[in-house]
């Protein structure tokens, strides 16, 4: 069981631990709104990981397998949302007003929805959580692996959300909001790239 769990734990963060485009979301995010919004994203990225978790845990191979041959398809619906979100962003900081820009709309809900549909785009999640599952000798640990792998994912990615909203406190000016939307759109823009390149 405690086996089972840390080995959750440590691919947990595995998988959230490096920076990508998802992480640039929630930080943005929670910048431009409020810690309440950002949080419920990275709790939409950290319910993506426990889901390919849990299918890994379920049927990690013979799922790998499956997902195999429509991988780049993927990749590249996920690599044109993502784009589709850094434009938006950008042509919101530079279009909207300033006072409309300070009451983003955002809800918890949609940003949870929104990151974990994103996030569920990544194939490569539940064939990096099978090949552990598999290194195990097919031991993936059940419940007590997926529990791991979730409550590792959530808590970085709270601390991605906290770090966001703890930035958007000190880049309360107009310029520093201009600034931090572009910057994170160009970053999310080429991730986004990255992921097809």
């Not at 499956?66 to 938006?88: D, F, G, N, T, Y």
């Not at 409309?100 to 064939?127: C, F, H, Q, S």
């Amino acid at each position: 069981m405690t086996g089972a769990f840390l080995a959750g734990v440590v691919a947990g963060y595995g998988v959230a631990v490096p920076v990508g485009a998802i992480a640039v979301l929630i930080a943005g995010l929670s910048a431009r709104t409020s810690l309440r919004v950002g949080a419920a994203a990275g709790l939409g990225a950290a319910t993506a990981d426990g889901a390919y978790a849990l299918l890994a845990v379920l049927g990690g191979a013979a799922l790998a397998g499956v997902i195999a041959p429509i991988a780049a398809p993927l990749r590249w619906a996920a690599a044109a949302v993502l784009l589709l979100l850094a434009a938006h962003t950008a042509w919101s900081a530079l279009t909207k007003p300033a006072t409309t820009r300070e009451t983003d709309r955002t809800t918890p809900l949609g940003a949870y929805a929104g990151i974990l549909g994103l996030t569920m785009l990544n194939p490569a999640t539940v064939v990096y959580f099978a090949a552990l599952v598999l290194g195990r000798g097919g031991e993936g640990g059940g419940a007590w692996f997926v529990l791991g792998a979730f409550l590792a994912s959530a808590s970085w990615q709270l601390l991605i959300a906290a770090s966001g909203a703890l930035a958007g406190r000190f880049l309360t000016g107009e310029r520093a909001r201009l600034l931090t939307a572009l910057a994170s759109s160009a970053v999310i823009a080429v991730l986004a790239v990255a992921l097809v390149v």
